[in-house]
């Protein structure tokens, strides 16, 4: 049983009327009650550093395995132009997965990027509470669905459709991709634009439309400068949700590793070249080395964009006093 | 303001108003509400609220907390269908014209309002006071500058801002910042200006500069302020109107006189500060 504690000095000592000591018993009960009171910090530091541990990990054993590329093709061996690592040569350059990449990734956000800040300025500022909570789920319906049944919906559907549309040997291309990909970062761009439209304070609405501005001139005029850093925060984070994304691209892209501005050509991605190569590979090889080098790539591109967003976003924070 | 064809033009003298108002509705309220009810879902707000707002001088609307003051003033502008759920009955006439049925957007344009805590705009002092003009249209340059520093001065606070119009509004103090308030909603040219306990979150230095303000915008056109400030009420306004809980209007006459000799039992109580 503990006792309670006795707060009040009742011995008659000079001192402080209220003693404001922490109360702790000597010897081995006193031990186990600073354990019972102090257990949290290292338990929960120790669960914070699994996290941080693995990704050290994770980081450590990339940049390993992709390090002897430096060696074996150089920087500029391994930024060339051509990627055939069975040919003889074998080139190993990653431009065309780069190009690849940036390329469907900019068509998918010229889409997703519009029509997410439009689904988001609808959710937030012009729908009824219910259409909001009906768009809202949708949307969260929309991220839940996996990635390979958006792979699938592209490659029976769209690409079929941009086939014959433009008159194409093959509806796997870079098109196809974006269209998929900016379907698959729509839900990521609107949800986190409305986060940033919600929290611009009512009061500038209030003070524009009491000024005569119509909705749609407060929107445009008050909210979105106002949310400008938080929407900005959520095209980088939609468009590295494009720049990862492996599954579905790899199924519509048409895998080509060669350098385009078309869109209506093949192209293989950063994710597609190292899922669809790492399995053909000896260890140990260049071409291996060269896949773990992609993948820095894929990891830089991956922390850049994450920090800046999360340095956008927080800047909104700050503007408003949250 | 608002002609009778609902076409806009632009603001008129408060003189040639009030001849207006004389000649063809011989009345000299610019703002009639008649049987007014106001709710929020099923919580009505205001009760058959029937009231003049005289075009002249500052009318200070006042109560207790949760007598629908506000509710009453954010009416006049259409504010309060900014909220969901909410239904107004019987009328209220601007300018011989039916409020409620008006297009709300042109209702805000004659009728501006200055909020009970500032609000300026995340943007330069000039882009703030030029907000309203840029909305309705008002492209030009030298025009836009013109109307600024015009509404600055009206509001007293061109001295102190006119070396740094392009510093962010923010940086301002509480009391620059509600003066910002008072010179955006001028901008525009009102016929009307609604304010809601614009010195509610201002120290009495502030406060005295808005005061002195309000008194002198009066001359130029009509002034309604939500106050629970007995004191304030009775320094700068000429006429009150005195809800109590309920939304109901207790008391509306000249300031000296419901101050001085109330009707009601109730108004004599909430005026001699017993409650509210």
């Avoid at chain 1, 792979?151 to 941009?162: C, H, S």
């Avoid at chain 2, 109590?244 to 006189?257: D, H, K, M, P, Y």
């Amino acid at each position: 049983m503990r006792r309670p504690a006795r707060a009040l000095r009742d011995d008659g000592t000079a001192g402080p009327p209220l003693d404001l000591r922490p109360i702790r018993k000597a010897g081995l009960r006193g031990l186990i009650t600073i354990l019972k009171e102090r257990w949290d910090r290292p338990v929960f530091l120790a669960l914070a550093s699994v996290s941080l541990i693995a990704l050290g990990l994770i980081l450590f054993f990339i940049f390993r395995e992709a390090a002897p590329i430096l060696r074996e093709t150089g920087l500029s061996g391994f930024f060339g132009t051509h990627w055939n690592p069975t040919g003889s040569p074998a080139s190993y350059g990653a431009l065309p997965m780069i190009a690849g990449s940036a390329l469907v990734t900019v068509a998918a956000l010229v889409l997703a990027i519009p029509l997410g800040f439009a689904a988001a300025a609808f959710i937030a500022e012009v729908a009824p509470r219910w259409m909001k909570d009906v768009a809202k789920s949708i949307l969260e319906l929309l991220a839940g669905v996996p990635s390979v049944i958006y792979g699938f919906f592209g490659l029976m559907i769209v690409a079929p459709a941009f086939q014959r549309a433009f008159g194409l040997s093959t509806g796997r291309t870079a098109l196809t991709a974006s269209v998929i990909l900016g379907i698959m970062a729509l839900p990521t761009i609107a949800s986190l634009a409305e986060d940033a439209l919600t929290a611009v304070p009512n009061s500038y609405r209030e003070a524009s439309m009491a000024l005569g501005a119509s909705r749609w001139q407060t929107i445009r005029r008050v909210t979105f400068p106002a949310a400008f850093s938080g929407l900005i925060g959520a095209a980088i984070l939609g468009m590295g949700r494009a720049v990862g994304e492996t599954m579905a691209v790899l199924m519509v892209a048409g895998n080509a590793p060669q350098i385009t501005a078309s869109l209506l050509r093949p192209v293989r991605t950063l994710t597609s070249a190292i899922a669809l190569e790492m399995g053909e590979t000896a260890m140990g090889s260049t071409h291996y080395h060269a896949l773990f080098a992609l993948g820095v790539v894929l990891l830089i591109i991956a922390l850049v964009t994450n920090g800046l967003a999360e340095w956008f976003r927080g800047r909104l924070a700050r503007k408003h006093g949250r | 303001m608002v002609t009778q064809d609902g076409a806009t033009v632009t603001a008129r003298s408060i003189d040639a108003t009030r001849d207006w108002l004389e000649r063809n509705l011989h009345s000299t309220s610019i703002i009639e509400t008649e049987r007014f009810g106001f709710f929020y879902g099923r919580e009505q707000a205001l009760r058959e609220v029937s009231l003049g707002i005289p075009i002249d001088g500052v009318t200070a609307i006042m109560g207790p907390s949760g007598c629908g003051k506000s509710t009453l003033l954010r009416a006049f502008n259409r504010m309060n269908e900014l909220y969901p759920n909410t239904r107004a009955e019987g009328t209220i006439r601007f300018l011989g014209q039916d409020l409620l049925k008006a297009d709300p957007v042109a209702v805000r344009r004659h009728i501006g309002m200055v909020f009970q805590r500032p609000n300026p705009f995340p943007k330069s002092i000039f882009d703030n006071i030029a907000y309203g003009p840029r909305v309705h249209g008002i492209r030009h340059r030298a025009h836009l500058a013109e109307l600024v520093e015009e509404s600055l001065r009206r509001a007293a606070l061109w001295d102190e801002v006119k070396d740094h119009l392009k510093k962010s509004a923010l940086s301002l103090s509480g009391g620059q910042q509600q003066r910002l308030g008072i010179a955006r909603a001028l901008a525009v040219r009102p016929t009307v200006l609604l304010m809601d306990e614009p010195c509610s979150a201002l120290d009495p230095k502030a406060t005295d500069r808005i005061e002195t303000t309000t008194r002198e915008l009066a001359q130029e056109l009509t002034v309604v302020i939500v106050t629970h400030n007995l004191q304030q009420a009775g320094r700068i306004s000429d006429h009150v109107a005195v809800l109590l809980a309920g939304g109901v209007l207790a008391e509306f006459g000249s300031t000296r006189t419901v101050f001085a000799s109330p009707f009601s039992e109730q108004v004599a109580d909430y005026l001699s500060g017993r409650f509210g």
